[in-house]
Structures are given as structure tokens and as C-alpha cells.
């Protein structure tokens, strides 16, 4: 299956830049889809006859133009009306950049890899993060799928399109982005500081785990990139060669990207030649895309997460409804919607939902999610954030930075007591305790200094893979199914 070479520069950079756009699935399907996604850039217009409505939107366009108080430039006028035409499909994966928004947006992509690496989406009008990128800088300051972004360095996002915002986001490397971020459970909005980097380009990572049966192959998976295929089978190749006696492919926090690498990959892991996905456009044709693969090889379990989206999502119902293909961990995403865009006669660009996918079985996840064999969660402790820069927190303060620090202290080993935000007695004993046994001053009052200790010591505990209970419960899911 081929893709246009600018669609593939836009999914590969969105999917490690963003600072960016959402996740963009294109695909070209001869012919359930081919009046809509058709070859080369595509051009929009009217077609033979212009609908009768239009003689309305031209009476409103002459009369603004002729008659508001302010002079106005006609092309704002039609970008405008554009916008709203969208803005009323409801459809938070569909968006319109005119011609200067959209040669911004390409050239930058074309020059950089840098950003905080969190893929974003507008949901009920607020910046939404659906995941941060595996090793981004997101990811390492805390930040969550479903996280609101209000605000960017004390300016408001309240208002802007995808675009706007995501260019207030967006930034080079070393620069600071403080977010004020509201999120799910939390009354009152926290405050994430975001270093912006260089996004990792690598998509792939391969290890063994010894186990009481043999040797057992994962596979991380970051993001569907141009080469991830390329690399996932490589490393495939690298793991068989040890003579595996199973595989676990972990797709936690991926947040999807190129159709063509799902599909790919698919290959050499869904047996029997089964279905990898089905295409359904608005008359509700179908296209099914099947697997190359014969008989399988040994048995698999997939990684989940709510973190998980998009093309993630393929992946995990195609194994889910291949067989005996467990899928450990949490919902995911639920991101059900195939995207292509339309470029304009001006250069503008208009990014349309044009089709659903369906799992192997015809079951659509969209805002349901795929939901795992084995559900489980990580413990509370994996979603601390780090400390505010030039934290000082002392008894008898009451607010998130507090209950943050309860829920390290707790998961490092030093319980306060409480979980709740108040800096009580049972909490300044704990953060004593901690200060004592790493050579810190003990006063019980957490510093920057004593901050950054505690996040140390947390990241340590969070990167320990005896304590990643999804991946425990996927070894122990896949041990079942080795002979």
C-alpha cells in the first residue's frame, strides 16, 4: 500500500515533534475510499453546480465585507467561515490551517525534531494531551494521557485552534515550557515545567527476560514511524535468533502514527492470514487488510495502556481477536477515525475524518477503547510528577505540591500517614526520615535540593522493572501459553 511522500513527512514528524498534531492515519483504498482520498495533493472545490446555500454564506460574506464597522480582508472572511464549517462537524480530529498556518507548519517539520514530544488533540475546546512520547520530555516531567493544557507560559490557550495552540507549545531545544495543566480527579490546575529537547527518533527497543520456561522476547514501541516496520522486524529477527519462547510487544504511551508500519508489522505476527484491520467509509464499504503470515511461531502478549492510541490500538485488537493473543494492562486511548488531508488552491489545508477502522471483527473502539484480557495498573506512585522549580514546602502548607510529595514519600518507602495535600506532623517525620538516611540536612522542610533527591529516587523505583506490575502480569500471562 503506497502513501503520498508529503503525508508520510507529516505522520513521521507529528508523531516525534509535538509540539504537533494529532496523530494522522492516512491510507488510499481503490475503491472503497477512492472518491474521497484520491491521487496526489488534492484539490477541493465546488464541483458542476454550487448548492443552493451558498447564496446565503455569499449575501453574509458581501455584507460583512460591505457593511461592519471594521474593514475586513475577504480571505480572513472565508478562512473563518471555513473554520466553523469544521468546527461543527464535533469531530476533534478534523481541522483546517489556512495557507500561512500550513506552509509554517510544514517547514517546520521539515526542519526540526525538537518539542516537549506529547501528541495533541482539542477535546470539549481544550488542549488535550492523548500521549507523551516514550523518553520525550513530557514523559519525563509527568505529564498524563487526558491532561488539559490551559495555559503556556502565562498565556492562554482558551480560544485558539489545534494549530495556535500547539504553535505556543511547540519550541527549541533548552527552552522552557511551564504548563498549567488541569487533571482528571484534581479540583484546582498544577503547575509542569517542560524542558523542551530533541524527540527520540528511535521507535524500537529490544530485550530478553530469563524465565523458569526460557527466554522471552520484548519489544518496545514508541511510536509508528516511516522505519519502525524496518526496525521491528530486525529486531524481531535478533530475538528469534535466540531461539524465544515467546514475546511480549509493549505499546504503553504509543501514541500511533503510520498506518503502513501497522500493517507491516501485522505481518509477521498475526498467523493464519488474518485480518489486520478493516477500513469503513461513509457508505459503509469495507476494506479488510490481511496478514501474510501462515501458522504461528510462538505465543504473544501485548502491552496496553490509556496511552495507547490510534495505530497502537490496530495493533492490539488485531492481536486481541487473532487468537490466543492476551492483551495485558489498561483501556486504551479510543481513537476509532481514519484522517486525510486536503490541500487547498491556496496552499491551505484542510485535515477531514474520512473513514472508520474496525478490529479484525468489526468492532469499532472509537471513545471505548480496547479493553485488555488482564487489566491492571501501575502503582500510584508512577504518576508523580516532578517538583515545581524552587519548591520550598513546610509544615502546615495544604496543596497539590504537598500530596504530590505524600505520594513519593510513599512510594519510596516513607509513609506520611495521609495522601490528602496537608504538610502535617506524620509528613515532616517522613521527609526527616528521608533526609536523614541520603546525608541531607534534616529539617523536614523539602528544598530544591531535598526535591531533587526525592524525584531521584522515585525515578529509580519507576524504572525498576520489578516494580512495572503490567509487565510482571504480561510475564506471567505469557508463561501460561510456552509448552
Known sequence: MKMRGRTLAVLLVVTMVLSSFLTIIVIRMNPNLGSLIGEGSTSIGYGK????????????????????????????????????????????HSTYMNAKEAKDFYSTLDSSFEGIGAEVTIENGKVTIIAPIKGSPSEKAGLRPRDQILKVNGESLEGLNLFEA?????????????????????????????????????????????????LIGKIEISNFAEKTADDFAKTLKELESQNIKGLIIDVRGNPGGYLQSVLEIGNLIIPNHGIIVQIEDRNKRRQSYRSEMESAKYP????????????????AGALQEAGNYPIVGENSYGKGTVQNPFELSDGSNLKLTVAKWLTPKGNWINGKGIIPNVKISQPDYFHATPFPENVYLKPDMNN?????L?????????????????????????????????????NGIVDQQTANQLQNKIIERIKNPENDLQLKAAIETLLKFIK
Open 400 to 404: 497539590s505540591d504537598v500530596k504530590n
Open 406 to 442: 505524600q505520594l513519593i514519600l510513599t512510594g519510596i518507602g516513607y509513609n506520611p500517614g495521609r495522601m490528602d495535600g496537608y504538610f502535617d506532623e506524620g509528613t515532616e517525620k517522613a521527609v526527616m526520615a528521608f533526609q536523614r538516611a541520603n546525608g541531607l540536612a534534616v
Open 49 to 92: 453546480q454550487i448548492p443552493k446555500d451558498m447564496d446565503k454564506f455569499v449575501s453574509a460574506y458581501n455584507t460583512i465585507l460591505n457593511s461592519y464597522v471594521v474593514k475586513k480582508d475577504g480571505k480572513e472572511l472565508v478562512d473563518g467561515a471555513i473554520r466553523g464549517m469544521v468546527e461543527t462537524l464535533g469531530d476533534p
Open 300 to 315: 504473544i502478549v501485548a502491552l496496553i495502556n490509556n496511552g495507547s492510541a490510534s495505530a497502537s490500538e490496530i495493533l
Open 166 to 214: 500547539v504553535n505556543k507549545i511547540r519550541g527549541p531545544k533548552g527552552t522552557k515550557a511551564e504548563l498549567e495543566i488541569l487533571r482528571y480527579g484534581m479540583e484546582k490546575p498544577i503547575t509542569v515545567t517542560v524542558i523542551r529537547d530533541e524527540i527520540p527518533i528511535e521507535t524500537v527497543h529490544g530485550s530478553t527476560i530469563n524465565t523458569a520456561k526460557g
